[in-house]
């Protein structure tokens, strides 16, 4: 039976946690982690990764799979020495609910003016604001992939006037979606809250600017444009989120993903009285689901069965 090894890098990544969690469901799995000198290369199949470390796979010559142990697969695919084997992502409810959970709140929070009711009970200021319907303020998905199509379903539920974009054409029930970048400036002109499910890839890169953002509907029922970034860091450009919030292209941002993680001390943004900062944990990768999920993957991969969710690495995601 071919050998687990799990290589794992950078914060809140507990590769003694996973390793637990995979022996609790295959005690006659051998399961590694990087490094561990008594690991035999030869007899390792299976890479279970999050950031490994350069030029990792190319020790281990019957390598069979590789799992990316997050949905987001920029961390590998960058890699020239990738061997040319089949690359898995993770897709998981348990992943899924978390983002939509990150997705619900912000939007909501957003809608129901939260910040500024914080702000009044600091000065103990007893007033209330207009309050829109949810059925009157339009939010877009950028990326209408398995986190996104989730998000703006649930949503569409609460009563929202729904959007999605995606690079390739899609029907969604109740949703109205855009694709291609001719499909763009008419998504973002109907666009009150952006939020942002996009993989990074060469295409994506910096794609949040100035420009874009400038393109968000202002004059909807919120009275201003709204940013929530989940996607990754690398989409947005953070000196221009910060000249949209002086411009007041963009009324807030809720921002869990950065260029540059953790983010700088000395960054504006921590400071800034419209943005909303998480650390890169809007759905959070749970040994406790996601172990389970990989062993089945490769449960079935060892029966003959196709691998599920294999990244198609000419799109990049
Ligand atoms: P998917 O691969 O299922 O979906 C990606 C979506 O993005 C698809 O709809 C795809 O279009 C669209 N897309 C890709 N490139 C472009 C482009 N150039 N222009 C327009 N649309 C594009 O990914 P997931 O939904 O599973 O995950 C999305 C991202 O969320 C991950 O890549 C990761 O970066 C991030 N993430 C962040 C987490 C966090 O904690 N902050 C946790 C988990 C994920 P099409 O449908 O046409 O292919
Ligand atoms: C992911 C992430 O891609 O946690 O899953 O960012």
């Given at each position: 039976?071919?050998?687990?090894?799990?290589?794992?890098?950078?914060?809140?990544?507990d590769p003694?946690?996973?390793?637990?969690?995979?022996l609790?469901?295959?005690?006659?799995?051998?399961?590694?982690i990087?490094?561990?000198?008594?690991?035999?290369?030869?007899?390792?199949?299976?890479?279970?990764?999050?950031?490994?470390?350069?030029?990792?796979?190319?020790?281990?010559?019957h390598?069979?799979?590789?799992?990316?142990?997050?949905?987001?697969?920029?961390?590998?695919?960058?890699?020239?020495?990738?061997?040319?084997?089949?690359?898995?992502?993770?897709?998981?409810?348990?992943l899924?609910?978390?983002?939509?959970?990150?997705?619900?709140?912000?939007?909501?929070?957003?809608?129901?003016?939260?910040?500024?009711?914080?702000?009044?009970?600091r000065?103990?200021?007893?007033?209330?604001h207009a309050?829109p319907?949810a059925?009157?303020?339009?939010?877009?998905?950028?990326?209408?992939?398995v986190?996104?199509?989730e998000?703006?379903?649930?949503?569409a539920?609460?009563?929202?006037?729904?959007?999605?974009?995606?690079?390739?054409?899609?029907?969604?029930?109740?949703?109205?979606?855009?694709?291609?970048?001719?499909g763009?400036?008419a998504?973002?002109?109907?666009?009150e809250?952006?939020?942002?499910?996009?993989?990074?890839?060469?295409?994506?890169?910096?794609?949040?600017?100035?420009?874009?953002?400038?393109?968000?509907?202002?004059?909807?029922?919120?009275?201003?444009?709204?940013l929530?970034?989940?996607?990754?860091?690398?989409?947005?450009?953070d000196?221009?989120?910060?000249?949209?919030?002086e411009?007041?292209?963009?009324?807030?941002a809720?921002?869990?993903?950065?260029?540059?993680?953790?983010?700088?001390?000395?960054?504006?943004?921590?400071?800034?009285?419209?943005?909303?900062?998480?650390?890169?944990?809007?759905?959070?990768s749970?040994?406790?689901?996601?172990?389970?999920?990989?062993?089945?993957?490769?449960?079935?991969?060892?029966?003959?069965?196709?691998?599920?969710?294999?990244?198609?690495?000419?799109?990049?995601?």
């Amino acid at each position: 039976m071919s050998a687990i090894l799990l290589a794992m890098t950078g914060a809140g990544w507990d590769p003694a946690e996973w390793q637990a969690r995979f022996l609790a469901l295959a005690p006659r799995r051998e399961v590694r982690i990087w490094p561990d000198r008594a690991c035999n290369p030869a007899e390792v199949g299976y890479v279970c990764t999050w950031k490994p470390p350069p030029g990792l796979f190319a020790q281990f010559p019957h390598l069979k799979a590789i799992f990316s142990l997050g949905a987001g697969v920029d961390h590998l695919i960058g890699d020239p020495l990738l061997p040319a084997v089949p690359l898995v992502r993770v897709v998981d409810r348990d992943l899924t609910a978390r983002m939509s959970e990150y997705v619900v709140l912000h939007v909501l929070l957003h809608h129901r003016r939260l910040r500024l009711y914080r702000a009044q009970q600091r000065e103990k200021i007893w007033h209330e604001h207009a309050q829109p319907a949810a059925s009157e303020v339009a939010v877009g998905i950028l990326g209408l992939g398995v986190l996104g199509r989730e998000a703006a379903e649930l949503l569409a539920r609460i009563g929202f006037r729904m959007a999605g974009f995606s690079r390739t054409e899609k029907s969604l029930a109740g949703i109205e979606t855009f694709h291609g970048k001719n499909g763009l400036d008419a998504f973002l002109a109907r666009t009150e809250i952006l939020v942002c499910l996009l993989p990074h890839t060469p295409a994506t890169e910096g794609i949040l600017n100035l420009a874009l953002l400038r393109k968000l509907k202002r004059d909807g029922a919120l009275g201003g444009a709204y940013l929530i970034n989940a996607g990754r860091g690398m989409l947005q450009v953070d000196a221009d989120i910060l000249a949209a919030l002086e411009e007041s292209s963009l009324a807030g941002a809720s921002l869990d993903v950065f260029p540059t993680e953790p983010l700088p001390r000395e960054s504006p943004l921590w400071n800034h009285p419209n943005v909303i900062i998480t650390p890169h944990n809007a759905a959070v990768s749970d040994p406790r689901a996601l172990a389970r999920n990989v062993l089945t993957q490769i449960e079935r991969f060892e029966r003959g069965l196709p691998l599920e969710h294999v990244v198609d690495r000419t799109a990049g995601y």
